[in-house]
């Protein structure tokens, strides 16, 4: 285990699988304590408990507030901070995905969109201000996107989305500039998971294969398209800038937009 984080605590929504998951991996493997946060099978999110808790040798709980609910949100600060001690990192990664041209796009989707990716970090940001404030340091991650500088067809709703998170970031990161309080963004390109397993799912059913028969043609044809870098980005090179995020080495960097998108912007 290392020692960069020892002794900080982290909570960190959607973190049940995918990237969260990872997030709590990294920073527990630096001593961090986590909540994880997240829906799934509660058999499969026990397992991850404990085999974070037991690998690391640091406490690691579970709270599965949904963010859609502000109560449960603010609530499950407050459970971190009962059961931890404090909360020194919020990690808002929790978000929604659908597609669909604006024309026919539901306004229930949109809604919910919103809810989960802009006003649930809002409301966790919220919660966690004042003990930050109190204690004069706290890191803030939003899990933004390369969708928060650029967009394409049938996503009008997350790259809103993903534009408001990073200007909800530089506001915060202001807000708090001169405090030992940080708030910046991570700014994936494609990650597998199973947010952007839906990609794979329709260029399979074009070609009327199986996804995995379908995963080499797709990184060959698809993925440079969009990302030059023919793979895609692992969730664990996506934790380790969450650890620096963290770690008193990026202390300044404030409203800053980390991007990890393999040559996406470059084009």
Known sequence: MGETLKGRTAVITGSTSGIGAAYAKALAAEGAAIMLNGFGNLADIESLRAAIADEHAVSVFYNAADMTNHDEIRNMVADATERLGKVDILINNAGLQHRSLVDDFPIDKWNALFAVNVTAPFVATQAVLPQMRSRDWGR???????????TSP??????????AIMGFTKSVSLETIDTGITCNAICPGTVRTNMSE?????????????????????I????????????????????????YLCSDAGAAMRGAAFTIDGGWLAQ
């Open 140 to 150: 803030i991650i939003n899990t933004a996107s390369v969708n928060a500088f650029i």
């Open 154 to 163: 049938g996503t009008s709703a997350y790259t809103s989305t993903k534009h």
């Open 198 to 218: 839906h990609r794979l799912d329709a260029f399979a059913a074009e070609r009327g294969v199986s996804k995995e028969e379908a995963l080499d043609a797709y």
């Open 220 to 243: 060959d044809q698809k993925l440079p398209f969009h990302q030059p870098m023919r793979r895609f980005i692992t969730v664990e090179e996506i934790a380790a800038a969450a650890v």
